[in-house]
């Protein structure tokens, strides 16, 4: 296990610091001008010099993470907007936007430079309407093949009834099919079934007993998520729908991402104390996360439901009633507020404490038991031991981020590497393990809850001994937001699944223009097919558990 302080980078290597006037002599004459965003300097380019110019941004620059793709409409144009990081230092970012005609919404695609585009680009078309020329596989990914029209776009009518729901004249129901010149067996896995964690759709296919190809459907819980929030006020009205996104117990770690960005955008700054109660809250959120994943894993590869899943529950349970006390709801918290956050702790300040290290003290002996049960298990280690491989460089290919890149050795978290909230300022590891296989990916989560309960306690000692007069929960901030037109920014946390990201562009009234939502179970699950080729069934049910997906915010 390799792991670096929160102060200091572990074993990641160095990365070079690139300027603007670099970037403007790397791009050149390429660049038809510039929109520079608050968190990254942009450049505009023609839509047939993508792959030219991220390929060299990458292998010339450092730039090996695609970490979003924002695609948009305007008045008198469509837009994508690329958005790059380098694994190695987050906070060197460069936006790459290509504008195309309204007429002719084509731009040439970025797949062959970062494998992740594959589903942006496919989700881009599908909401917006821009095609992506010499994409491999140019369908629709949330809405059916045969749906009429593109959500996000201005001209999308959304009265007009969508009436043909399935592939014209082709019958749903129609009985198997043997072809006598092929060897191979096409499955269905989901997507109702529990060890597809939802509504998650495996079209499989399979030579004797190997899986030689799978394709995830998505689509089936998609609740617009970012076109509600386009339809919410900054101030008000946009702060309750993160929780619903990763909806099991992420809660306040999705509030923070949208926090992060709206903060950013208008300029506000967070009460030191505020930050504190953030981060107290977050990691508690994080444990609760994790411990799900723990549970729902151990039923998923050996079937143990008596122990292990009750067991983790259990835990889960001591910190949603904590989270409970702490926000006044056990899920959807609706806690955090641009500027801090709603209301103190609660009263008697005393019994909050204790009742939050009572479960920090009893934590270590339930870890304990979790490697006794678990990781020591023979059946366990023989379902996850080099089963679910993911080589490094095919993690950063996908954007994978959070306990799946870190569980293939890739040292990047956001607490650490892009500082928010009150992280830089105490004790703790980067978690990492080299594995690459299912069995890695469970030791960080199990290792990752020690650590949030380091943080944890850290922040219970800052609060305790806090001034009474200097607790200060929000900044003064206006009850209506407006910012300045075309102000654009893209922010992330590090949830509890990886990186978590929303970028917003304000169109001058109190709510976004655009919003988007940047998923690590959408990008961790595109990896799923490199996974799980040349193994078994249960094999691909092992790495599809691994991903800890939660398809409220694959689909969003």
Excluded at 59 to 67: K, Q, R, V, Y
Aim: charged share 30%; hydrophobic share 35%.
């Amino acid at each position: 296990m390799s792991t670096g302080t929160g102060l200091e980078k572990g074993t990641q290597e160095p990365s070079v610091e690139v300027t603007e006037d670099d970037l403007e002599a790397l791009i050149g004459d390429r660049a038809l001008g510039r929109d520079d965003h608050l968190n990254a300097p942009g450049f505009v380019i023609r839509p047939d010099d993508v792959q030219d110019v991220l390929s060299d941004l990458k292998e010339e620059a450092g730039f090996d993470h695609l970490s979003c793709l924002t695609a948009q409409q305007y008045t008198d144009r469509y837009e994508s907007i690329y958005h790059l990081k380098k694994y190695a230092d987050p906070t060197q970012e460069v936006s790459i936007v290509v504008p195309t005609s309204i007429d002719d919404p084509v731009s040439q695609t970025a797949e062959p430079v970062f494998r992740t585009a594959d589903w942006h680009e496919r989700e881009a078309f599908d909401l917006v309407g821009i095609d992506y020329e010499g994409h491999p596989d140019p369908r629709r990914i949330l809405l059916p093949e045969t749906w009429q029209g593109h959500p996000l776009s201005k001209d999308y009518d959304q009265e007009k009834p969508q009436i043909v729901t399935l592939s014209e004249h082709a019958n749903p129901i129609k009985p198997d099919h043997h072809d006598t010149e092929s060897d191979t067996m096409f499955l269905n896995i989901g997507p109702h079934h529990p060890a597809t964690h939802g509504v998650l759709h495996v079209e499989t296919v399979l030579d004797g007993e190997t899986v030689v190809d799978v394709d995830p459907d998505i689509g089936y819980l998609h609740r617009c998520e970012e076109q509600m929030c386009q339809s919410g006020t900054y101030r008000h009205q946009i702060m309750p729908y993160p929780d619903r996104w990763d909806y099991v117990s992420a809660g306040l770690l999705n509030e923070w991402s949208y926090a992060r960005a709206a903060e950013d955008l208008a300029d506000i700054e967070v009460p030191e104390y505020a930050q504190i109660v953030r981060t107290m809250g977050a990691e508690l959120c994080r444990i609760a996360s994790h411990m799900l994943a723990l549970g729902t894993f151990a039923l998923d590869v050996y079937g143990d439901f008596t122990a292990v899943f009750q067991y983790a529950f259990r835990d889960r349970e001591v910190v949603q009633d904590i989270l409970e006390d702490l926000t006044g709801q056990r899920l959807m918290f609706n806690y955090f507020r641009l500027g801090g956050v709603a209301w103190d702790l609660p009263e008697p300040r005393e019994e909050f404490f204790e009742k939050a290290r009572d479960f920090l003290d009893e934590l270590p002996a339930k870890v304990s038991e979790y490697n006794d049960l678990i990781t020591s298990n023979e059946i366990f280690q023989l379902r996850c031991v080099d089963t679910g491989i993911l080589e490094p460089e095919v993690a950063k290919q996908y954007g994978c981020t959070g306990p799946v890149a870190r569980g293939s050795g890739i040292d990047y978290d956001l607490r650490r590497d892009d500082p928010y909230g009150y992280y830089e300022h105490l004790d703790w590891n980067v978690v990492t393990e080299d594995g690459c296989d299912n069995y890695s990916r469970v030791l960080v989560r199990m290792q990752e809850v020690e650590e949030s309960a380091k943080i944890i306690e850290q922040c219970l000692d800052l609060l305790e001994d806090w001034p009474e007069d200097e607790r200060e929960v929000q900044a003064n901030v206006p009850r209506t937001l407006k910012p300045d037109a075309d102000t654009e920014v893209y922010r992330a946390v590090e949830g509890a699944k990886g990186e978590l990201g929303i970028y917003i562009r304000s169109d001058g009234t109190d709510k976004p223009g655009r919003f988007k939502i940047r998923s690590p179970c959408f990008h961790n699950l595109s990896a799923l097919e490199e996974m799980v080729q040349d193994e078994y069934i249960p094999d691909l049910i092992a790495s599809l558990g691994s991903l800890d997906i939660v398809l409220g915010e694959v689909d969003r």
